[in-house]
């Protein structure tokens, strides 16, 4: 067996304001240590062992006197506060500027297409929680058979659906139809195209995660994924990472549904069959389930079951495997509104044969992960960013 590396993201797990806050309107943002804090104190004692409280004041996570993991922060340069800027930037592509949202809803002109192209109507076509406006607009839909449309701060354009009145199928070709004029005709007018059904009555609507389904942006040039793909080793997709890359430099998708334990599931699984590569894993409830939804005693839970979890996880390395557990940005369930938080994320990273160095400071840009996976697979850079952390 050859050598294999793990990245597993916290999805919005941040750890306090990155240097740039202020410009995102995020200054006292810190999603773990305000998690930790609202709640009495945080119970990760697996990660605290691996070193989590050295990397941050957590109420609850005392620093380690001899940390299991090396241990430290990462910074973000890409111009967004975004999923897909984070984990982009993670495999050495960093975008410059950030990518279009729509704080006032979309503008007439795409509304009124989409509804051409679909020969449904749109209600909603506001920034808003996924919860809140099927509590608002689900009756109405249900009534007029009319698509629900929304955003948020992030550059997505959301289209929510009861299974009831349309079906599964029709509310795919109709994200693909969104998909087309706003990402597939030579501009990016968002990040991503998001299908989310749902099904229930009024007051006790539920959305369907499992069958969620997200339309991205296609990288623009090749990532560390690519090259661990073209080196002709594995690169398995764990959660919604096939969705962030929409597909490219992957050998293998996991999806991993309903929720975090079954990616978890799928990790172990793809520790249990790749013989030499990559395993790319985004956990995304701490991001979608709990941030998103402001419930600080939420996000404590899952880190809770999370943190039950690293165990396995360390027992299913070998001594030629890296494990690194980080985020991809903030997303503070104490913090005004609804949005992603800009803050800079953990890094805790472990081998099994135990040869990484104990502190690796600040590092400065999140590519440090993506030339980390190369250097330890012993993959060509070609030139991507970053500095490895074995260097």
């Keep these: 067996m050859g050598r294999r590396a793990v990245i597993m993201v916290l999805d919005g797990v941040g750890v306090g304001n990155a240097p740039d806050a202020a410009e995102f309107g995020d200054e006292g943002s810190d999603t773990l240590g305000n998690t930790a804090r609202r709640v009495g104190g945080l119970s990760v004692p697996n990660m605290q062992a691996l070193g989590l409280g050295n990397v941050h004041e957590i109420q609850g996570v005392p620093p380690a006197d001899s940390p299991r993991a090396s241990w430290g922060l990462a910074v973000e340069h890409s111009a967004a506060k975004a999923t897909l800027a984070g984990h982009w930037e993670m495999m050495g592509l960093v975008l410059d500027e950030p990518l279009p949202t729509y704080p006032q809803g979309f503008p007439p002109e795409i509304v009124e297409r989409f509804e051409r192209e679909t020969g449904r109507r749109v209600i909603g076509n506001k920034p808003a929680s996924g919860t809140e406006i099927l509590e608002e607009l689900g009756p109405e839909q249900q009534s007029s058979g009319d698509w629900i449309v929304y955003t948020s701060a992030d550059s997505v354009f959301q289209i929510a659906a009861h299974t009831g009145v349309i079906p599964l199928e029709e509310l795919y070709e109709a994200c693909e139809r969104a998909h087309e004029m706003l990402i597939g005709e030579g501009r990016i007018l968002v990040e991503r195209v998001i299908a989310r059904p749902y099904h229930g009555e009024p007051g006790a609507y539920e959305r369907e995660h ?32 096939r969705d962030i890359f929409d597909g490219k430099g992957i050998t293998e998708h996991l999806p991993g549904k309903p929720d975090d334990a079954a990616k978890v599931d799928a990790t172990l699984q793809a520790l249990a069959g790749v013989d030499e590569g990559f395993v790319f894993v985004n956990l995304v409830d701490f991001d979608a389930e709990y941030g998103h939804r402001r419930d600080p005693e939420g996000m404590a839970a899952n880190l809770a079951r999370f943190d039950a979890r690293v165990p396995e996880l360390l027992e299913a390395l070998t001594e030629e495997d890296l494990l690194i557990l980080t985020a991809d940005h903030g997303n503070d369930p104490t913090y005004s509104g609804t949005d992603h938080t800009r803050e800079r994320v953990p890094v805790l990273a472990v081998s099994g044969g135990g040869s990484l160095p104990a502190e690796i400071g600040v590092r400065d840009g999140f590519a440090d992960l993506g030339a980390t996976v190369a250097d330890w697979l012993g993959v060509q850079r070609d030139g991507l960013p970053g500095r490895s952390l074995l260097s």
């Design 210 to 241: 499992g069958n969620r389904h997200d339309y991205g942006i296609e990288p623009h040039a090749p990532t560390y994924m690519d090259h661990v793909k073209s080196s002709g080793k594995e690169s398995v997709a764990v959660g919604k990472i």
